[in-house]
């Protein structure tokens, strides 16, 4: 267990070479590029749990992490889908890589819809020039998941922040911590935290079996002080119609289809690559009708999630260009469409691919269980069943969804 408090903050002057991408096609391009590159050495990293901190570096100065910045403000602001396919194809490659940057993005979506003017301008053009958001939302020793305990109080200065949190993923790579407050009248509040805040105190202990490098674990405020300038109302997101809540769960899904077809792909290298069935009478494993058979399922699911995928991002952009009560609705149903399909899509094939490679699907060195591992792992986040519950009650009474993060 190591304490990160120490690890040198967000400067503007360091980060000022950050490159700014331009269009939908330029991202996709750079995406490409870094996956092929963020490729190597993911076994490795998962096995010994090493954390990527340059690859993270990489992966924020590529201009990655600002491509939903509204373009008034200097970003490209590319659409949802474009968005989904780069989380899709990171989390292929690494899930942990893939995941790490949700929150970020999710921070820049709630400030896009609540933030003031200033803050707008002061934040966005941190994430310009190569800034990275965490998160500190959840916590750990409340009663239900939906209480929050971490108090903010105001000051002569502005606010202290007292509190602790846990499943903070991306905390120990951010230079600012986007943090779930609420005040002395029970109102929320999302400050935007620096990460060299006195008092601020980081914490790798997460040791979940998968998602194993993306930077969660605790971090805890003890009278930690924040500008007013970087505290962002929160609990007016959803009273209203936006797209903070199918927003958030369309980057969930995005893993999860990702990690899915990076599963299918690996499944069919070690088909192509099995030595002979002697068993079974047949020349090849490819050859073999049953394990034909269990690919065709796969592959269908898979391709499944992805038009899934691209269909609810499509319902999340309508929404955000015409936030009404029906157009996020349907965005939330189609997302929870998407993301109840990948979960378990994700879990089908990554146990397929084990399954399938034989006993060599079994050896530590080729890492084939790291997707069925991160799978379940981030599976766990939000219930799927509940999204079943809220589509079929539409369906069935009319009844639109609640606006939340987990729809």
Request: hydrophobic share 40%; with cysteine.
């Amino acid at each position: 267990m190591t304490s990160f408090q120490h690890i040198i903050p967000f400067q503007s002057e360091q980060q000022a070479q950050a490159y700014i991408i331009q269009s939908d096609k330029e991202a996709l391009e750079i995406a490409y590029n870094l996956a092929d590159q963020f490729k190597a050495g993911a076994v490795q990293r998962d096995a010994e749990r090493i954390l990527p901190f340059e690859k993270i570096e990489a992966y924020s100065q590529s201009g990655l992490w600002a491509i939903t910045v509204p373009k008034e403000y200097g970003g490209a602001e590319v659409s949802s889908y474009t968005v989904a396919q780069v989380i899709a194809l990171m989390s292929g490659v690494d899930g942990s890589i893939g995941q790490i940057p949700q929150n970020h993005f999710y921070g820049l979506e709630i400030l896009r819809n609540n933030g003031t003017e200033q803050q707008k301008h002061k934040l966005y053009a941190e994430v310009l020039k190569g800034a990275r958001f965490g998160n500190a939302l959840a916590e750990f020793k409340t009663k239900t998941a939906a209480q929050r305990q971490t108090a903010i109080r105001k000051t002569e200065q502005g606010y202290v922040i007292n509190g602790e949190k846990f499943y903070c993923t991306g905390s120990l790579f951010a230079h600012r911590i986007p943090t779930l407050v609420v005040d002395e009248n029970e109102q929320q509040f999302l400050a935007f935290v620096p990460r060299d805040s006195a008092g601020l105190t980081l914490i790798d202990d997460w040791s979940g079996f998968g998602q194993r490098t993306t930077g969660s674990g605790t971090v805890k405020f003890d009278n930690v002080p924040v500008l007013e300038e970087d505290v962002v109302r929160f609990d007016t997101a959803y009273p209203r119609p936006t797209i903070s809540g199918p927003f958030a769960q369309l980057l969930h899904a995005s893993i999860e289809t990702g990690i899915a077809r990076a599963a299918f792909e690996e499944t069919l290298n070690r088909v192509r690559q099995a030595r002979p069935w002697i068993d079974s009478g047949v020349d090849q494993a490819r050859d073999d009708p049953l394990t034909k058979f269990e690919l065709g399922r796969v592959v269908a699911d898979v391709r499944a999630s992805e038009v899934l995928l691209k269909q609810a991002a499509y319902a999340v952009d309508a929404a955000k260009a015409n936030p009404t009560e029906t157009s996020v609705a349907k965005a939330s149903l189609d997302v929870a469409k998407a993301r109840a399909h990948s979960t378990e899509t994700a879990l089908k094939a990554s146990s397929k691919l084990i399954e399938l490679a034989g006993s060599r699907g079994s050896q530590r060195e080729d890492g084939l269980d790291r997707f069925w591992r991160n799978a379940r792992v981030h599976t766990l986040h939000d219930a799927s069943r509940w999204k079943y519950y809220f589509i079929a009650n539409y369906l069935l009474n009319g009844v639109l969804p609640p606006r939340r993060g987990t729809l």
